[in-house]
């Protein structure tokens, strides 16, 4: 499907060069599809939806309560292994689909006291609600803004070129992997805006209260997983323990590389502060596309994935129920295709590679040269034209 766009360029700050080829009325008229394309969802959302969320909630807490019971046998090999195997996938669907989506409060309209966004807490050494603010509320208005999104980097890596080099910077293909295996740590301390406090602009005061709401947090987590769940086991306490520790370093990984992907990889754009003056809803909707990237996969991907595979929909539609973002994407898709706008996708393996080769390269002070080629990322641009 194709339309005429009017070419005049737009005079908008929020030009990049990807969008010069658009006026102010064809952006508005793109947010305009968006805002119809998100009403038809709500408007439809009902008993369908409702059930699965439950159904995932059951699967999760099924997969738990086997996982943690397989473990308390775990002196044997294959209980281990098993135990290990279903308690990592229960915090995986925990943490992803079901978590980070009723925390963006994508069930609240289901007024169902246990799974709103207002009472929800997580396994996880983030608390809910300070990770609300710097996720929901920093990174979703100030998407991939360079100076005010602060999950470009996380305030210790260098992820664009435009960021300024620091010598601890050398060091970040290392302590990316120190990150990934403790990212549920490294998320929670980041969430404490520690580097205001050492600039001036938070009052320490403020961190320290929030450090002991962090630390009672976290000590609730290491005494459920690390003394509680092990001493149940007796003998098999050290064995139980270990299980435990590979469960939550294997989610940690997994919702390290998911989430690095849906932002860092080539094809993924940055903007400059001064491009938020006086910015339009359409010209919201155009960031959140162009700042973001899909994941390529099966529905089994997307799940594992708390459907942040789709990423460019989840930016749009932060509060959409997940399970709805599969049937938007061909439509977000083809909104693309009709306004020459790229659509960036990719599997998994290419997209995390993508990015750990691009933290190696702006690892040092030269990495600022040009960045590789995704394929798709120019795929949606082209059919337009």
Known sequence: M?????????????????????????????????????????DDLGDDDARYIHR??????????????????????????????ALSVSKILENMEIGHNVLHGQWDWMNDPEIHSSVWEWDS?????????SHNY????????LGRDRDLGYAIMRVEPE?????????????????????????????????????GRKPWAQARTELGGLWRKIRGQLLKDYVGFPL???????????????????????????IFCGHFPAGAETFTEDQLDGETRGQWYLRQMLGSANLDGSPLLH???????????????????????????????????????????????????NV???????????GAGSQPVDPDHTAAADSAD
């Open 232 to 258: 149940l086991a007796g003998l098999a306490a050290p064995t139980t323990l270990f299980g435990n520790l590979a469960a939550n370093v294997t989610r940690n990984v997994w919702s390290h590389a998911v």
């Open 56 to 85: 995932v909630i059951a699967v999760q807490r099924g997969l738990e309560a086997g996982g943690r019971g397989l473990l308390q046998f775990s002196l044997l090999p294959p209980a281990w292994l098993a135990g290990t195997a």
């Open 2 to 42: 194709s339309t005429t766009l009017d070419t005049t360029p737009s005079t908008t700050t929020a030009t990049t060069s990807t969008t010069a080829h658009l006026s102010d009325a064809d952006i508005e008229a793109l947010g305009a599809e968006l805002d119809a394309i998100r009403t038809g969802v709500m």
């Open 125 to 133: 050494a983030s608390a809910a609600e300070g990770w609300k603010y």
């Open 138 to 145: 920093v990174h979703h208005t100030y998407t991939n803004v």
């Open 356 to 366: 750990l080769a691009t933290i190696t390269r702006l690892a040092l002070p030269s």
């Open 163 to 199: 960021q300024e080099w620091k010598p601890w910077h050398l060091l970040q293909p290392i302590y990316n992997m120190a990150l990934a295996a403790g990212f549920e740590y490294g998320i929670a301390i980041y969430d404490i805006e520690l580097e205001e406090v050492a600039a």
């Open 303 to 353: 799940l594992m994935t708390g459907n942040l595979s789709h990423q460019i929909e989840h930016h749009l539609f932060p509060d959409l129920p997940s399970n709805r973002y599969a049937e938007v994407a061909p439509k977000v898709r083809e909104l693309c295709e009709r306004y020459g706008l790229p659509y960036t996708s990719g599997p998994l393996h290419r997209q995390y590679g």
